[in-house]
């Protein structure tokens, strides 16, 4: 069984970590183009279609979950089914992206604020880059599909084509051809098709007689019931989890500069730390999903239990590293103040692990079970008591209180996930 998850964790987490490079690239060009403003564009570029794609995670947890599910019974023609419904679903959003791409960069805009003229740039990368929408959410399917195939390496070497082609054009249109701003641009859109062209290619190359079936089978314009009702769920739970985001955002702001930053760098590495627990998570959609499918009870709860013997492990060595968040944060900026501050924070960074490590564990295992609503039921009671915690802690804890209502907010979605896996008959 371990090793098992880890065939599967390892991979998935090796692809997690690629996704921030992607961004640390584009800000490495962009700060060496001249002007702080371009580096404020890409920053409020990738916020824009971070807040898109986000909301479409759907795309790649319900294909994960169905098709591990399909996977575990042995029903082939149902896997392709679920990989068909799936491609036609992310085909249809990205067009209405493309369609609706000027109301979406007014509201975004909008609700992110930049000064005029990051505002301007960021309009002409999101005018660019939009037209990979269609092949992004595209990708995202392919890889949950993959993920649901019991193969995570096929979702990294993805990530990694996609990675090194935004780094290759990215460069050579910058500098080599000499489009300045815009070749960042460039090499980000000409990765994304590249990227969905490489994954098709995989797709053909991993699992031939599975796209033989996909292509001679009918493609008619029928969506299943199961695939929406699952979809519908994580959807609105994605709205859920961004509207506390930004309220750590919003309401940190209140707090200064100086804790904005630090709370900042705080989300950071819970964020890294999250990549992670991430790998142990896709390891449970793949695995819980293939032993539900297969009815195989005593396997399934013999994977929990194992799932959560490694996330306990990782939490515990995140927990031992976050307690000197000095260290942490010294690396990551020069700013002494920030530095200095982040000791006053040193338990709640201690805390956001061990706090949310059964939450991350319990989403890969609800997605195999394609318990989605369950799901949304846990992140809706966290999200309501972390507003309502805040608005009743005394104002005098100042940014203490934001903390406090976070780490109790992760922490409360992994115990309500807990006793509704206590309902299920499995």
């Known amino acids: 069984m371990n090793r098992e998850i880890l065939r599967i964790a390892l991979p998935a987490i090796v692809a997690n970590v690629t996704i921030p490079l992607l961004g640390l690239l584009d800000t490495a060009i962009a700060g060496h183009l001249g002007s702080?403003?371009?580096?404020?564009?890409?920053?409020?570029?990738?916020?824009?279609?971070?807040?898109?794609?986000?909301?479409?995670?759907?795309?790649?947890?319900?294909?994960?979950?169905?098709?591990?599910?399909?996977?575990?019974?042995g029903d082939d023609r149902g896997a392709v089914a679920v990989l068909r419904d799936s491609i036609v679903v992310s085909l249809s959003i990205g067009l209405a992206v493309i369609v609706l791409q000027w109301p979406l960069q007014w509201l975004l805009l909008y609700i992110i604020g930049p000064s005029p003229q990051v505002a301007a740039l960021a309009q002409q990368y999101f005018y660019m880059c939009v037209w990979g929408a269609p092949p992004i959410l595209m990708m995202m399917a392919v890889k949950g599909w993959l993920l649901g195939m019991q193969d995570s390496k096929g979702p990294m070497m993805i990530s990694i084509m996609v990675n090194v082609i935004n780094t290759v054009v990215s460069l050579v249109a910058v500098y080599a051809v000499d489009m300045g701003f815009m070749g960042i641009a460039v090499g980000t859109l000409t990765s994304e098709y590249v990227g969905l062209v490489f994954s098709l290619v995989l797709l053909w190359r991993k699992f031939p007689d599975h796209v033989r079936m996909l292509i001679t089978g009918p493609w008619r314009l029928h969506i299943s019931r199961r695939y929406f009702t699952v979809s519908g769920d994580i959807f609105v739970r994605s709205f859920l989890l961004t509207l506390v985001h930004l309220g750590m955002v919003s309401l940190g702001a209140r707090s200064g500069d100086l804790l904005l930053a630090v709370n900042s760098l705080m989300l950071s590495i819970n964020s890294f730390y999250a990549y992670f627990l991430d790998g142990i998570a896709f390891a449970g959609e793949a695995l819980v999903g293939k032993y539900y499918g297969a009815g195989n009870g005593q396997r399934l709860r013999l994977c929990v239990r194992s799932l959560f013997v490694w996330a306990t492990l990782l939490a515990a060595l995140f927990t031992a590293a976050y307690a000197f968040p000095q260290a942490i944060f010294s690396q990551l900026t020069s700013d002494h103040d920030v530095v200095a501050v982040a000791g006053d924070y040193r338990w709640w960074c201690a805390l956001l692990p061990l706090a949310g490590m059964a939450a991350f564990v319990w989403d890969g295992v609800f997605i195999g079970l394609t318990r989605s609503r369950g799901m949304l039921i846990a992140?809706?009671?966290?999200?309501?008591?972390?507003?309502?915690?805040?608005?009743?802690?005394?104002?005098?804890?100042?940014?203490?209180?934001?903390?406090?209502?976070?780490?109790?907010?992760?922490?409360?979605?992994?115990?309500?996930?807990?006793?509704?896996?206590?309902?299920?008959?499995?």
Do not use: E
Request: hydrophobic residues 55%.
């Open 36 to 73: 702080a403003s371009f580096i404020g564009a890409i920053a409020v570029g990738a916020m824009m279609f971070n807040l898109i794609y986000f909301s479409f995670g759907f795309l790649r947890m319900s294909t994960s979950g169905l098709t591990a599910q399909r996977c575990g019974a």
């Open 379 to 426: 992140v809706a009671v966290a999200t309501v008591l972390f507003y309502v915690l805040y608005s009743l802690m005394p104002a005098s804890l100042g940014n203490h209180r934001l903390w406090a209502a976070f780490v109790t907010y992760l922490a409360v979605r992994g115990l309500v996930q807990t006793l509704l896996y206590q309902r299920y008959k499995l």
